[in-house]
């Protein structure tokens, strides 16, 4: 029986990581770009980073994390605002790390000329609150295990 509770303690977290699956939404206002990465999976406690980088006509934005870190990760909406952007067809490019890989989310959107200088700046950064705790701490979830023994 002990090894049957090892095996179902260290199964549990990689069961866990597909109650987040990434989802992505774009909002275009006036020179705006909004971007929402929803069920993006990252620390509990770190704090979420993005570098912007205009390049012509590509807009790239590179998701990271810095500490401090704990021992759970949690599944988050990261909402990125974008402003100033040059009119015309430009091409959004979100690298995130999920799952222990690099990934890359692209898609094409098209500016309205509103008499912008198109010089792009990131204006906003916003991070939900803990949506579905996906690793636990198992030094502090293994009373909650022991009690289903009991």
């Known amino acids: 029986m002990r090894y049957l509770l090892v095996f179902t303690l260290l199964a549990i977290p990689g069961f866990a990581q597909e109650f ?8 275009i206002s006036g020179s705006s770009l909004t971007i929402d990465h929803f069920e993006a999976v990252y620390n ?11 390049q012509g006509s590509t807009l790239t934005l590179t998701e990271g994390e ?6 759970c990760e949690c599944c988050f ?23 222990g890989v690099w990934e890359v989310w692209d898609t094409t959107v098209i500016i309205p000329d509103v008499g912008q200088s198109g010089s792009g700046f990131l204006a906003d950064l916003w991070k939900s609150d803990c ?6 701490d198992p ?10 023994y009991r």
């Open 139 to 148: 030094i502090q979830s293994w009373g909650s295990v022991k009690a289903l």
């Open 77 to 99: 909406t990261i909402s990125t605002t974008v402003e100033d952007l040059p009119p015309g067809e430009l091409i959004v490019n979100v690298i995130y790390f999920d799952l």
């Open 20 to 27: 987040c699956s990434d989802s992505f939404q774009t909002s």
């Open 131 to 136: 949506g579905e705790t996906v690793v636990d």
């Open 44 to 54: 509990c406690c770190s704090i979420v980073t993005v570098e912007d980088n205009l």
């Open 66 to 71: 810095i500490p401090p870190y704990c021992w």
